[in-house]
Antibody
């Protein structure tokens, strides 16, 4: 069974930093591209970042470009999102997601990031 | 970046009815379009990929169509569990943008 478990969320002040992690199990992690998708309270889904299976290609949404960095450690089956210069509008549940040629077929339960003073 | 526009934002329908949700891309995404369903407090669930292929285990009452810039998700006979929010997402070009969602309400 595919499992994606996010961690690292919490309360952070504006301008602060946070690193999210996503522990993957139940599949060959190194064979799949991975995404971060977020959802602000009461709002829709928003693509954040993507990384190729071997980590050599990454992409970030314009809203987070230059502030967030996606990375992965295939030896640890773990996906990361380093977030910096956080703003109130970054407050959201952050989902780790497995991407296939069929779209995102597996999602974690999400971790809440709250940016507030 | 490709902008995905879903319409309508909210759709009021009755159980047993047939309904169609629309998704439009600001430029062609070929058939690289997925539909997701999200229930309150849950992560999204993949319904349709490749614009028209049902995900494993999805009831046949769900169907997708379209290519290029115009896409639809049709639910042929609404069940009570279908009244929730639906999103489209293009995965043709990074960033893989989502539509803003359509909420189905009774």
């Amino acid at each position: 069974e595919v499992q994606l478990v996010e961690s690292g969320g919490g309360l952070v002040q504006p301008g602060g930093s946070l690193r999210l992690s996503c522990a993957a199990s139940g599949f060959t992690f190194s064979s799949y591209a991975m995404h971060w998708v977020r959802q602000a309270p009461g709002k829709g889904l928003e693509y954040v970042s993507a990384i190729s299976s071997n980590g050599n290609r990454t992409n970030h949404a314009n809203l987070v470009k230059g502030r967030f960095t996606i990375s992965r450690d295939n030896s640890r089956n773990t996906l990361y999102l380093q977030m910096g210069s956080l703003r109130a509008e970054d407050t959201a549940v952050y989902y780790c997601a497995r991407f296939t040629i069929f779209g995102v077929d597996s999602w974690g339960q999400g971790t809440l990031v709250t940016v507030s003073s | 970046e490709i902008v995905m526009t879903q319409s309508p934002a909210t759709l009021s329908v009755s159980p047993g009815e047939r309904t169609t949700l629309s998704c439009r891309a600001s430029q062609s995404v070929s058939s690289n379009l997925a539909w997701y369903q999200q229930k309150p407090g849950q992560a999204p669930r993949l319904l349709i990929y490749g614009a028209s292929t049902r995900a494993t285990g999805l009831p046949a009452r769900f169907s997708g169509s379209g290519s290029g810039t115009e896409f639809t998700l049709t639910i042929s006979s609404l069940q009570s569990e279908d009244f929730t929010v639906y999103y489209c997402q293009q995965y043709n070009n990074w960033p893989y943008t989502f539509g803003q969602g359509t909420k189905l309400e009774i």
